[in-house]
């Protein structure tokens, strides 16, 4: 059974209704269960949880010390290019958006791989807009044979591709693929997401799955939350984490929760994602997939994701910028703005006055 | 009474081998390894950070104690062997524990590809540790395949669960010649113990003193104990009977 066949079946289920009826003895039974079903994560998910907030990190924190220890992996993006075909109502790339639009040449990726490198970083997830004429697939290959003198593991965030294309960006040595669904809801995808290539659903749904068939180390996913009600959103994330989880054993999965940030244009958030609901979605994640990692972002204010890290996060990006050339002296306008502006060194200082080992290498190109 | 361990033809004092992963940071390390007074110390190759002298976890272990470099992350034979020839030419020695896992949700080795890549490795001049799932006929392999020791799991790694898997290891102890080395699961001291007066011949232990408040004093209770355990293995204790046994037995008469 594919993905989408999984998402159809729920297609009927009486969400209101059924997250209406959670009583807090639903939420006691999942909290005493060693391994959760879908149910019980729903159950986690729902308002009658949020009482329980406390015990869910509770246990949330010490599964992840078990699973992953004090560790936190920090990663930077790095904008290849922002030229884009699709307009998605709530990107800054958005090929309506009058701003500059750049690629890097070779050389100016080289430069931009020197400076983030003396950061101490070894992780890097290149990134750009869906563009198959001005970034091709043979492009990104180029970029990541001059990246793999600077860096230990490369991820992409890009345009979804083939199951072929993806085998290929792995030959040439990238290791972990971040994409997402965006919004898992059909019909909302279909509303926001105006014109272009990325209209297609459901080659954008398969396409994680495709990686991992392409051997593909890492996976990571995720919904911009914002989009839809959050906590169906939330749901079908980790459904979907735990499909791929179940059916491609070897490769390590993840969940990143991106909250929607202001960008260039305007569009404001259908579902407004407070800061504890952010929580609640973190830590039923967590009880959900003890072994899923799990990113925030710079999206997150400095103080909130010091706040997030001991209940469940492995994985941070730090010294960030959302712009093309933004490691250089001339950058673009940036994707959305980042809110948390801590340089390597401060991310570093940060986690380990509280105990944690920031992780800067996980893996070695072989 | 002497009482060493010989592997790969060195002859170690200290049956507590310990792992590197999971500290909150690598200061903690050179304490942990000096008051266990362990001598063989695993790290991922993965994690080893050559590209900076502060980060590079090799910088925070005694020059004298042996480097267990392992395989994590390998998903077959054939990446395990590549991450074994990285860490022998990057100067982490002969010695290598394989770890071989295709399933990220339970971290539980792959027995088939893992003797596989003892069999290359072996020939290759390492010291192969395999880590393993206790199955008696796959470690009968392993020991074919020139494994130095064989390392079974007590129970899936990290999950401080104990020696859910007693009787296979048992068998294990029993039927293989080489040492056979208790590693993952073990969560307390007196597993450890349990292990070593089971006649294991050492075992490993990374989650249990990493995760730990105090990883420190940890490290030594898990000392001692497998100390202890190795003791009363070594001295034989008595055995367990279902009876109490009477001081004053009712046929003593026949003897007299």
């Not at chain 1, 244009?265 to 929580?279: E, K, M, Q, Y």
């Given at each position: 059974m594919s993905f989408a066949d999984k998402l159809l079946k729920y297609q009927e289920f009486p969400f209101a209704s059924y997250?209406?009826?959670?009583?807090?003895?639903?939420?006691?039974?999942?909290?005493?269960?060693?391994?959760?079903?879908?149910?019980?994560?729903?159950?986690?998910?729902?308002?009658?949880?949020?009482?329980?907030?406390?015990?869910?990190?509770?246990?949330?924190?010490?599964?992840?010390?078990?699973?992953?220890?004090?560790?936190?992996?920090?990663?930077?993006?790095?904008?290849?290019?922002?030229?884009?075909?699709?307009?998605?109502?709530?990107?800054?790339?958005?090929?309506?958006?009058?701003?500059?639009?750049?690629?890097?040449?070779?050389?100016?990726?080289?430069?931009?791989?020197?400076?983030?490198?003396?950061?101490?970083?070894?992780?890097?997830?290149?990134?750009?807009?869906?563009?198959?004429?001005?970034?091709?697939?043979?492009?990104?290959?180029?970029?990541?044979?001059?990246?793999?003198?600077?860096?230990?593991?490369?991820?992409?965030?890009?345009?979804?591709?083939?199951?072929?294309?993806?085998?290929?960006?792995?030959?040439?040595?990238?290791?972990?693929?971040?994409?997402?669904?965006?919004?898992?809801?059909?019909?909302?995808?279909?509303?926001?997401?105006?014109?272009?290539?990325?209209?297609?659903?459901?080659?954008?749904?398969?396409?994680?799955?495709?990686?991992?068939?392409?051997?593909?180390?890492?996976?990571?996913?995720?919904?911009?939350?914002?989009?839809?009600?959050?906590?169906?959103?939330?749901?079908?994330?980790?459904?979907?984490?735990?499909?791929?989880?179940?059916?491609?054993?070897?490769?390590?999965?993840?969940?990143?929760?991106?909250?929607?940030?202001?960008?260039?244009?305007?569009?404001?958030?259908?579902?407004?994602?407070?800061?504890?609901?952010?929580?609640?979605?973190?830590?039923?994640?967590?009880?959900?997939?003890?072994?899923?990692?799990?990113?925030?972002?710079?999206?997150?204010?400095?103080?909130?994701?010091?706040?997030?890290?001991?209940?469940?996060?492995?994985?941070?990006s730090a010294g960030s910028c959302t712009s093309v050339g933004g490691h250089l002296e001339e950058a673009t306008e940036g994707q959305f703005d980042i809110a948390d502006q801590r340089s390597v060194r401060e991310m570093h200082a940060m986690l380990v006055s509280r105990g944690y080992q920031p992780l800067y290498k996980d893996w070695h190109h072989l | 009474m002497e009482d060493k361990l010989i592997i790969g033809g060195q002859e170690l004092e200290s049956r507590l081998f310990i792992g590197t992963g999971k500290f909150s940071s690598h200061e903690i390390i050179p304490k942990v390894i000096a008051v266990s007074g362990s001598q063989v110390i695993t790290m991922a190759l993965r994690r080893v950070n050559f590209s900076n002298e502060q980060d590079n976890v090799l910088n925070y272990i005694d020059k004298k104690c042996i480097l267990l470099p392992n395989t994590s992350g390998a998903r077959n034979a054939g990446e395990a062997v590549r991450i074994a020839r990285i860490a022998r030419e990057a100067g982490c020695g002969n010695w290598v524990k394989i770890e071989v896992i295709s399933d990220n949700k339970y971290l539980l080795p792959d027995n088939y590809e893992t003797i596989r890549a003892t069999e290359i490795l072996a020939k290759e001049g390492f010291?192969?540790?395999?880590?393993?799932?206790?199955?008696?006929?796959?470690?009968?392999?392993?020991?074919?395949?020139?494994?130095?020791?064989?390392?079974?799991?007590?129970?899936?790694?990290?999950?401080?669960?104990?020696?859910?898997?007693?009787?296979?290891?048992?068998?294990?102890?029993?039927?293989?010649?080489?040492?056979?080395?208790?590693?993952?699961?073990?969560?307390?001291?007196?597993?450890?113990?349990?292990?070593?007066e089971m006649g294991a011949a050492a075992v490993l232990v990374n989650t249990a003193i990493a995760t730990a408040q105090d990883p420190v004093q940890t490290a030594r209770a898990f000392s001692l104990a497998v100390q202890a355990g190795r003791m009363a293995f070594l001295s034989g204790p008595g055995a367990v009977q279902e009876y109490a046994v009477a001081s004053s037995p009712l046929t003593g008469f026949l003897h007299k």
């Open positions: 997250l209406a009826g959670v009583t807090g003895a639903d939420i006691e039974r999942t909290l005493a269960k060693e391994a959760l079903v879908e149910r019980d994560f729903l159950n986690l998910l729902s308002e009658q949880a949020v009482p329980y907030l406390e015990r869910m990190a509770q246990k949330a924190h010490q599964l992840t010390v078990q699973n992953f220890g004090r560790v936190i992996l920090l990663y930077t993006p790095l904008y290849l290019a922002n030229y884009c075909v699709n307009q998605c109502a709530y990107c800054g790339f958005n090929v309506t958006n009058r701003i500059t639009r750049k690629k890097l040449t070779l050389e100016e990726v080289e430069k931009e791989a020197r400076a983030i490198a003396q950061t101490g970083l070894r992780h890097i997830l290149i990134l750009t807009g869906e563009s198959r004429h001005h970034t091709p697939v043979s492009y990104i290959e180029d970029c990541v044979r001059v990246l793999k003198n600077y860096f230990d593991s490369i991820s992409i965030e890009i345009y979804p591709l083939t199951e072929e294309e993806y085998g290929q960006l792995v030959a040439a040595g990238v290791d972990g693929l971040t994409l997402y669904q965006e919004v898992y809801d059909p019909v909302t995808y279909d509303e926001i997401h105006l014109a272009g290539p990325k209209k297609d659903y459901r080659f954008r749904l398969a396409a994680p799955e495709r990686a991992c068939r392409a051997r593909m180390r890492a996976v990571n996913i995720g919904a911009l939350l914002g989009l839809q009600d959050w906590r169906k959103e939330a749901f079908f994330t980790g459904l979907h984490a735990a499909y791929l989880q179940d059916k491609y054993l070897d490769t390590e999965i993840s969940v990143s929760l991106p909250r929607l940030r202001p960008h260039v244009g305007n569009f404001a958030p259908r579902s407004v994602v407070s800061d504890r609901d952010l929580v609640q979605i973190l830590l039923a994640l967590r009880l959900f997939l003890p072994r899923a990692g799990i990113t925030i972002s710079t999206r997150e204010r400095a103080e909130f994701r010091d706040n997030l890290l001991p209940l469940g996060v492995t994985k941070m | 010291v192969v540790l395999p880590y393993m799932s206790p199955d008696l006929m796959a470690a009968k392999r392993l020991e074919e395949a020139g494994a130095a020791a064989v390392m079974p799991l007590g129970a899936p790694i990290g999950t401080n669960r104990g020696l859910m898997t007693r009787e296979l290891i048992r068998i294990l102890i029993a039927e293989i010649k080489v040492p056979i080395i208790v590693d993952a699961g073990i969560g307390r001291p007196s597993q450890a113990a349990e292990a070593m």
